[in-house]
């Protein structure tokens, strides 16, 4: 991931700086621009990262690095998967979108792995889970193996 500009968009209240997001990296062809860049935001008091879909890397591990707030989409492909066989979408798939699904899943989202660990090498405060898979009670615990920091599961119209 690069960043989109060298130079952060600011003002006396707010400094604005984005990276460019990976969910769709695995595509070729015009769906792998990404149109969803992963912005931070610096305030005089905090720094807060929103990340929306995207998958691993280093620059939103640049753009994290002592963030108060990460607010990290989060899914689980074998609970998608596990679904998508309960209901036979799964079995009536050709080899090639399975393969597809998979790629996408594992490639342009956030596991509670990869979050726990980025946030510990980019030293954040305090992540939050958004973007949840429907069966979500267990995800803080799994970021937790990895992040010592807390770990909070979004609702709306949480105050931060």
């Known amino acids: 991931m690069a960043m989109m500009s060298d130079r952060p968009d600011q003002d006396d209240d707010i400094k604005v700086s984005a990276a460019q997001n990976s969910h769709f990296d695995f595509h070729k062809g015009p769906a792998s621009a990404s149109t969803n860049p992963i ?11 929103f990340t929306g879909d995207t998958g691993d890397g280093d620059a939103l591990t640049q753009l994290a690095k002592g963030a108060d707030l990460l607010v990290t989409e989060t899914s689980s492909f074998q609970e998608r998967m596990q679904t998508m066989i309960d209901s036979g979408q799964w079995q009536a798939m050709t080899p090639a979108q399975r393969e597809g699904i998979t790629r996408q899943a594992i490639e342009g989202h956030m596991t509670t792995e990869i979050i726990g660990k980025m946030a510990t090498r980019a030293n954040v405060k305090t992540v939050v ?3 949840l898979p429907p069966r979500s009670a267990s995800l803080p615990d799994k970021v937790r193996k990895h992040f010592s920091g807390q770990v909070l599961v979004a609702k709306d119209l949480m105050e931060f």
Do not use: S
């Open 39 to 49: 912005p931070t935001f610096e305030t005089p008091d905090r720094v807060i990262v």
């Open 129 to 131: 889970l958004t973007h």
